[in-house]
């Protein structure tokens, strides 16, 4: 698997720094999973983090400190890194059983596919929310091939990560493995490719923003 849509380097620094929501870090892990090109990444914020908090001062730092050391990791990202800082080992990804959801996940949906007890949302449409453990929703979708989702933005950041099947939608064509890191500023409207159902997982800091007056009538029974 080879993705061709990657996590945010501001989410990937904030993952290095561990301050991402527990679905947020969920929907990340799982495809940090099948991403080598982001866990590299992620290996150098966690360098660069590590070599910035080492010239810090004891004390906690001040919110606007806070700002600029995520403001200076995000520069170094972009910056030659030491050769040992590079010399991360891409090992094959631990074989998993086709039955089994990917290892992040299994604490919200459980191990497996089979066992997923799956709640019609709209035709075509089904959903399995997670249990909070934080403000954010954490929710698994599954959509009919060639089904289209309302126009909708989004009132804070949403992590999607595609399962299986692909969608398509005004940034691009999103296939199994990749990932849509959105902020409010995204409006879209994705429309599952033909063949098999478009499978994903999502975390949501805020509820969606529907353009259309039904899709926000409905709004409240589906509870995103």
Known sequence: MSPRHHLDPATLVSHAAGALSPEMAAVADTHLEDCAHCRRQLADAEHVGGVLLSQQQPAA???????????????RLSQPLPAAAKDLSETADAPRSLD????????????SWKALRWRW????MHMIRAPRS???????????PGKSMPVHSHGGSELTQILKGAYDD???HFGPGDMADLDSDVEHQP?????????CVAALDGPLQFR???ARKLQPMVGL
Do not use: H, N
């Open 61 to 75: 730092p001040e919110p606007q400190q806070a700002t600029r050391l995520r403001e200076d990791m995000l520069a």
């Open 212 to 214: 259309g007056w039904l």
């Open 170 to 172: 005004e940034l691009g």
């Open 100 to 111: 089994a959801l990917p290892r992040p996940l299994q604490p919200y949906f459980g191990k």
């Open 121 to 124: 949302m709209a035709p075509g």
């Open 134 to 144: 934080s403000g954010d929703t954490l929710i698994l979708l599954r959509i009919a």
């Open 191 to 199: 429309v599952t490719s033909p063949g098999v159902p478009c499978i």
